[in-house]
Structures are given as structure tokens and as C-alpha cells.
């Protein structure tokens, strides 16, 4: 097959004091090159560690519990953490919301990214610098040949988050994952970034992995989109049919909650009621009951499986809501025979 990245069942669990929490579960996905899934939900609901998973760095109260992450089909849940390095360096690249913290303040732009370079690359110094130079001037960095003698907090957050990417994509990754990348960004520097990651994707067919919880940034960048509430996938379609028939109320919600430019100035239209369940405290039923205007009884104590509505096209939602009107759809098509 011509998958980078496949995703199955896959379930990360913390040790925590009281015992086993559940942070991410029964997350399936995968990715072709140059393909870009999103995945969307408010903070908390398991995107992050969803990506973390991957990436295998959880931390050491972290860990898979079920299911299998596959790169090219090889399960990367079977490498020593040696192999997993090399895995991080040369396949898998991440860019985060605030690339301040993944920068080492005591070295240039130009050194951090030589290192890496060097590394990954086997590259001598001189071919390191000049290979180095060459991303800054990709990703559209101006004087470049001064950015590599600047430290990072010399840097604008644009600039610091072009230098992430550059150095993000120096390894040529078969996945980037960005998680919130231009979350801390302004309008205008949001777009640029967006645009060249774009560019970059489609210069090297870079599998793209889109973690925000912003479904302006979604509906520009992403192919396909995973939405995510407490730990599990709501919704999954792709981008043109989540915008325009969307059928979880969670995501009907977080699409009403977009803000409309011409509506700035009174913020948020609309925004949904109480707030995502901690783990300690996960609803029994569906998830979303607390805050779902259409919960019935059903919906207390039943979990709703994620179920595909659409044999066409990749549709799925986790809804009892949805199941019966399925249902109803399908009976009176066949009474209408
Ligand atoms: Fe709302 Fe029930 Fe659907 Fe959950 S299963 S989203 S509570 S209608
Ligand atoms: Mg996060």
C-alpha cells in the first residue's frame, strides 16, 4: 500500500495515582504522501497525545495500550527507543504551538540547525551550513545569512516558527506533524505560515498531520479531518463534507463557534455549553451527554459506536442521534420502493 502512516485502534493510557486513565481511545486513521488529515477538538480532548503516541513520547507515566502504529508498514510500537530515534529524526518531523520552547536558547539559528543536519544527514560542517542556509532562504526567512548568526529570542514568533519549519523539513519527513502551529500567531503571519506549508507539501509530498483546534486553519489546509471530543473520534469525513453536512451535534457546535471576520468585533457568535471531561471524571454513556442539547436517555447510559453513514464516500459519526435518523432515512427509502 502507499500508506506513510497507519493508525489503528490505537488506545494511550497514563498511570496515574489512582490507577489506568484513558486519554486516547479507539483512534484509527491513516495517511498517503502528501495527504493532510486534521484533527480537531478543543484543548484536552487527546489530539496531542494522539500525536505524542505516535511519536512515541509520552513520557514515562505514558504508554499504548492497544492498537498498532505503522510507518511504510513496519509497527513502530516494536522499535527499541534507539531505532525510534532515528525514526524521529528522518521520517517523522513536529512543529509545535510555541517553537520558543523546542529552540535552544543558548545557540544560533544557524548552529541548532546544523546539528540537526549533521545528524540526521551525515553531512560535514561546511555542507551542514550551506544546507541550512538553503532552508532559511525556502522558507521564506529575509537575510538569511544574519539569521543563522541570531539566537531565537532575537527572533519574531513568525520567524521563530519559519525557522521550526525549516528546520522541521530539513530531513525531508515522510510525516510533519504540526501541532497548533500558528495558534500563537497573528492573522497575517498565520497565513503566511499556512501558505508555505503548503508550498512544502507540495514540493516534497510530505504527509501532513494538522493538530488545532481552529476549523479556520482546518478548512484551508486539511484533506480529511478526525474530530475529537474526550479521547475519542466523534466525526470523520473529509474537509468539504464536515463543513457542509456535518451530523455530530459536538461538531455542528465547534462549526457554529467559528468566528465570522465580518462579526470580529462581538468575538464569538456562539460557543458550546460546559466544558470537556477530565479523565478522571469521564461521562458514562456517550461523552458528550453533559453538554449535547439533544441527549436522551439512551445517551446516559449507552456508548455510541462510531458508525459509517455513507457508503460512498468515508463518513463516520458517533451519535445515537444519528444512528436512528439513519435508520428512519433507510426505512422510509425502502417503503418508498
Ligand atoms: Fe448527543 Fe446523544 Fe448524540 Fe451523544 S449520542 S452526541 S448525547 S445525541
Ligand atoms: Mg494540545
Not at 55 to 72: A, D, E, H, P, T
Not at 268 to 275: A, D, E, Q
Request: proline share 5%.
Amino acid at each position: 500500500s502507499n500508506k506513510i502512516i497507519e493508525v489503528e485502534n490505537l488506545q494511550t493510557a497514563f498511570m496515574a495515582e489512582k490507577g489506568e486513565l484513558i486519554s486516547v481511545d479507539e483512534v484509527t486513521f491513516h495517511l498517503e504522501p502528501g495527504e493532510t488529515i486534521g484533527i480537531v477538538g478543543e484543548s484536552g480532548c487527546g489530539k496531542s497525545v494522539t500525536s505524542l503516541s505516535i511519536m512515541r513520547l509520552l513520557g514515562k507515566n505514558g504508554y499504548i495500550k492497544n492498537g498498532s502504529v505503522k510507518m511504510n508498514g513496519k509497527e513502530l510500537n516494536k522499535l527499541t527507543e534507539a531505532e525510534m530515534r532515528q525514526v524521529r529524526g528522518n521520517q517523522i518531523s513536529m512543529i509545535f504551538q510555541e517553537p520558543m520552547t523546542s529552540l535552544n536558547p543558548v545557540y544560533t539559528i544557524g548552529n541548532q540547525m546544523m546539528e540537526g543536519i549533521k545528524l540526521h544527514l551525515k553531512m560535514s560542517t561546511k555542507d551542514a551550513s550551506a544546507y541550512a542556509f538553503d532552508m532559511l532562504k525556502q522558507v521564506k526567512i529575509p537575510r538569511p545569512e544574519e539569521v543563522m548568526n541570531e539566537y531565537p529570542h532575537a527572533l519574531s514568533g513568525g520567524m521563530r516558527q519559519r525557522v521550526m519549519i525549516a528546520m522541521a523539513l530539513s530531513c525531508k519527513p515522510k510525516l510533519l506533524i504540526a501541532d497548533e502551529p500558528t495558534t500563537a500567531l497573528d492573522v497575517t503571519i498565520q497565513a503566511q505560515i499556512l501558505e508555505l506549508m503548503k508550498e512544502l507539501r507540495e514540493e516534497s509530498d510530505t504527509a501532513i498531520m494538522l493538530i488545532t483546534h481552529d476549523l479556520g486553519v482546518i478548512a484551508e489546509m486539511a484533506d480529511k479531518v478526525l474530530v475529537m471530543y474526550a479521547g475519542q473520534v466523534v466525526e470523520e469525513a473529509d474537509v468539504f463534507t464536515l463543513f457542509d453536512e456535518p451530523r455530530h451535534p459536538y461538531t455542528k457546535g465547534l462549526i457554529e463557534s467559528i468566528p465570522h471576520l465580518e462579526y470580529e468585533e462581538h468575538k464569538r457568535l456562539y460557543s458550546i455549553p460546559g466544558m470537556v471531561p477530565t479523565l478522571q471524571q469521564m461521562p458514562k454513556g456517550c461523552r458528550f451527554h453533559t453538554r449535547c442539547p439533544y441527549a436522551t436517555e439512551k445517551c446516559l447510559h449507552e456508548k455510541p459506536p462510531l458508525s459509517s453513514i455513507n457508503k460512498g464516500k468515508i463518513h463516520k459519526v458517533r451519535c445515537w442521534l444519528v444512528e436512528e435518523e439513519e435508520h428512519l432515512t433507510k426505512t422510509k427509502s425502502i417503503e418508498e420502493v
